[in-house]
């Protein structure tokens, strides 16, 4: 991403001009997660479960969902149950905000070790799909 002001309040939308075309690649291909794994070796977040925001879309997303801070009672994840279903990227409107809470509190009540290797699959499905459409799309 170039260099900005905003980027610590304004999340990156579909087309926004602040992703370069490698970051687009990396972004669409999740690739760019991986340092995130840093944050996992250091015990900062885990490798599955709920997502973390930015701090000003916490703020925002606990007016509309009151219980918004009980997908906080385990540690953040790299990937989680809302990705692999599909929400991932800017929320759109209320609706995706409730949809990724449903997926992140479902996770938050299920967690084991089976759930996990669930998870942890379908991320990597998904992004060799996403790897391989990308560069060999006719």
């Given at each position: 991403?170039?260099?900005?002001?905003?980027?610590?309040?304004?999340?990156?939308?579909?087309n926004?001009?602040?992703?370069?075309?490698?970051?687009?690649?990396?972004?669409?291909?999740?690739?760019?997660?991986?340092?995130?794994?840093?944050?996992?070796?250091?015990g900062?977040?885990?490798?599955?479960?709920?997502?973390?925001?930015?701090?000003?879309?916490?703020?925002?997303?606990?007016?509309?969902?009151?219980?918004?801070?009980?997908?906080?009672?385990?540690?953040?994840?790299?990937?989680?149950?809302?990705?692999?279903?599909?929400?991932?990227?800017?929320?759109?409107?209320?609706e995706s905000?409730?949809?990724?809470?449903?997926?992140?509190?479902?996770?938050?009540r299920?967690?084991s070790f089976?759930?996990?290797?669930?998870i942890?699959?379908?991320?990597?499905k998904?992004s060799?799909?996403?790897?391989?459409?990308?560069?060999?799309?006719?």
């Amino acid at each position: 991403m170039v260099m900005n002001d905003e980027a610590d309040e304004v999340p990156a939308e579909k087309n926004d001009e602040r992703i370069t075309k490698i970051g687009r690649f990396l972004r669409h291909t999740n690739i760019d997660e991986l340092p995130q794994f840093v944050n996992v070796l250091l015990g900062q977040m885990s490798v599955i479960g709920p997502r973390p925001h930015m701090v000003a879309d916490c703020i925002r997303f606990s007016f509309v969902i009151s219980s918004y801070s009980f997908r906080h009672l385990v540690r953040p994840g790299v990937t989680g149950l809302a990705q692999i279903n599909g929400y991932h990227g800017p929320t759109a409107d209320y609706e995706s905000i409730i949809i990724r809470y449903y997926w992140d509190a479902m996770y938050v009540r299920k967690a084991s070790f089976l759930l996990d290797l669930h998870i942890f699959f379908a991320t990597l499905k998904q992004s060799f799909k996403t790897a391989f459409h990308l560069l060999f799309k006719k």
